[in-house]
């Protein structure tokens, strides 16, 4: 279903949106809100809840993709009222309310925890507003949701692993997973699709859920597993994201370690250490499919259209079924395809990844045209 799900997101995104909604609670929503589902024009208040602003690429890609898309929908005549929790999951609800307040037409939520934002959609659509889910899937009676298909990104990171360490991925080799956060039903599919593929291939001597994806966080653990395992004893490391991998490094390297290291999002930080051989690689997501996607889902709802030309997948939370759904495909960025992804994508120039001390192994690699 994954993979299938990724062909249509892949397609999706040139088609223009119908008719749908999604079934049982979140049919509830479309039944309840048939006044504030009557056509409306290009006039529409988009509200947008990211939430952290620790990771690059809330404030970097995700937000600025999002209002860009919304005008282009609209005509520039669509606002988006925006806030960022800063990984608090209370201040998030206070921010929901404060949109419903304020009476925005559809809601997209990048929720800080699934589960505890469950109450705040359900006030939302209580009050005739239509929630998407983006990038993570909340709880609650959500009208549609957008993402990366999650167990592919754990499987695309397991697998490179595995690639990294050659002849040195067997049974007894020993590495280290540091996974997401509990908060993120994300990080616990990252986790699975990685297991999937390193399970009996090697040995994971120390394993931790990091707290609210805190690299300083991500830096104690390593710094406690190279303490416990040896660091002779250990031969790479599974990083969630990239943020994290690069305070592992950080541990790695005062303990005089240099092994593979896994993470996601390509940041530009990510990026410039797999130049520099210091990272192996990351997750690339395309951050524009995904945000215009969310932007087009949110367009259509507030004006009381509906989803069934964009969103052929459906997806099921443990509060509600038969979501419309698209999925985003991945890829695992390496030095060797630095060009074909972020570049070609103009999410980085190769002047913003090659400065300064960047330079030297930039040319190395051939990034310098």
Same mark, same amino acid.
């Given at each position: 279903?994954?993979?299938?799900?990724v062909a249509v997101?892949?397609?999706?995104?040139?088609?223009?949106?119908?008719?749908? #909604?999604?079934?049982?609670?979140?049919?509830?929503?479309?039944?309840?809100?048939?006044?504030?589902? !009557?056509?409306?024009?290009?006039? $529409?208040?988009?509200?947008?809840?990211?939430?952290?602003?620790?990771?690059?690429?809330?404030?970097?890609?995700?937000?600025?993709?999002?209002?860009?898309?919304?005008?282009?929908?609209?005509?520039?005549?669509?606002?988006?009222?925006?806030?960022?929790?800063? =990984?608090?999951? @209370?201040? =998030?609800?206070?921010?929901?309310?404060?949109?419903?307040? @304020?009476?925005?037409?559809?809601? $997209?939520?990048?929720?800080?925890?699934?589960?505890?934002?469950?109450?705040?959609?359900?006030?939302?659509?209580?009050? #005739? *507003? %239509?929630?998407?889910?983006?990038?993570?899937?909340?709880?609650?009676?959500?009208?549609?949701?957008?993402?990366?298909?999650?167990?592919?990104?754990? &499987?695309?990171?397991?697998?490179?692993?595995?690639?990294?360490?050659?002849?040195?991925?067997?049974?007894?080799? %020993?590495?280290?997973? *540091? @996974?997401?956060?509990?908060?993120? +039903?994300?990080?616990?599919?990252?986790?699975?699709?990685?297991?999937?593929?390193?399970?009996?291939?090697?040995?994971?001597?120390?394993?931790?859920?990091? &707290?609210?994806?805190? +690299?300083?966080?991500?830096?104690?653990?390593?710094?406690?597993? $190279?303490?416990?395992?040896? %660091?002779? @004893?250990?031969?790479?490391?599974?990083?969630?994201?990239?943020?994290?991998a690069g305070a592992?490094?950080?541990?790695? &390297?005062?303990?005089?370690?240099?092994?593979?290291?896994?993470? =996601?999002?390509?940041?530009?930080?990510?990026?410039?250490?797999?130049?520099?051989?210091?990272?192996?690689?990351?997750?690339?997501?395309?951050?524009?499919?995904?945000?215009?996607?969310?932007?087009?889902? !949110?367009?259509?709802?507030?004006?009381?259209?509906?989803?069934?030309?964009?969103?052929?997948?459906? *997806?099921?939370?443990?509060?509600?079924?038969?979501?419309?759904?698209?999925?985003?495909?991945?890829?695992?960025?390496?030095?060797?395809?630095?060009?074909?992804?972020?570049?070609? /994508? #103009? $999410?980085?120039?190769? /002047?913003? *990844?090659?400065? #300064?001390?960047?330079?030297?192994?930039?040319? %190395?690699?051939?990034?310098?045209?």
């Amino acid at each position: 279903m994954r993979r299938a799900a990724v062909a249509v997101a892949a397609g999706a995104m040139a088609v223009s949106l119908a008719a749908c #909604g999604s079934a049982k609670e979140s049919k509830g929503n479309d039944d309840s809100s048939s006044a504030s589902s !009557a056509k409306k024009g290009d006039d $529409i208040t988009v509200g947008l809840l990211l939430p952290e602003n620790k990771t690059a690429r809330y404030e970097k890609f995700d937000r600025p993709m999002i209002e860009k898309k919304v005008a282009e929908l609209t005509n520039g005549k669509g606002k988006v009222e925006y806030n960022n929790a800063r =990984q608090d999951a @209370n201040l =998030q609800a206070q921010q929901v309310d404060t949109m419903i307040t @304020n009476k925005v037409d559809v809601l $997209i939520i990048d929720a800080v925890d699934a589960k505890a934002i469950q109450n705040s959609v359900k006030k939302a659509v209580d009050q #005739g *507003i %239509k929630v998407v889910a983006y990038d993570r899937l909340a709880e609650g009676p959500i009208s549609a949701y957008t993402s990366f298909d999650n167990v592919e990104v754990g &499987k695309t990171q397991g697998e490179a692993l595995l690639k990294a360490l050659g002849d040195k991925a067997t049974k007894s080799s %020993k590495i280290v997973m *540091i @996974n997401g956060s509990v908060t993120d +039903p994300n990080a616990k599919q990252f986790k699975d699709g990685a297991h999937s593929v390193l399970d009996g291939k090697v040995t994971i001597a120390k394993e931790y859920d990091t &707290k609210e994806w805190a +690299p300083d966080n991500a830096n104690s653990e390593m710094e406690a597993a $190279i303490s416990a395992v040896g %660091k002779k @004893n250990i031969v790479g490391v599974y990083s969630a994201n990239d943020s994290m991998a690069g305070a592992i490094i950080t541990a790695n &390297k005062a303990a005089g370690l240099n092994i593979p290291v896994t993470g =996601q999002d390509a940041e530009l930080a990510g990026v410039q250490r797999i130049v520099t051989g210091d990272q192996y690689m990351s997750v690339y997501k395309s951050y524009p499919q995904e945000a215009a996607t969310a932007a087009q889902m !949110a367009v259509a709802l507030a004006k009381g259209e509906s989803l069934d030309s964009i969103a052929k997948d459906k *997806i099921s939370s443990a509060s509600a079924k038969d979501i419309p759904s698209v999925l985003v495909p991945v890829v695992s960025l390496t030095k060797d395809n630095i060009k074909d992804t972020v570049v070609k /994508d #103009g $999410i980085y120039t190769i /002047d913003e *990844i090659c400065s #300064g001390k960047y330079k030297a192994a930039c040319d %190395k690699l051939g990034l310098n045209k």
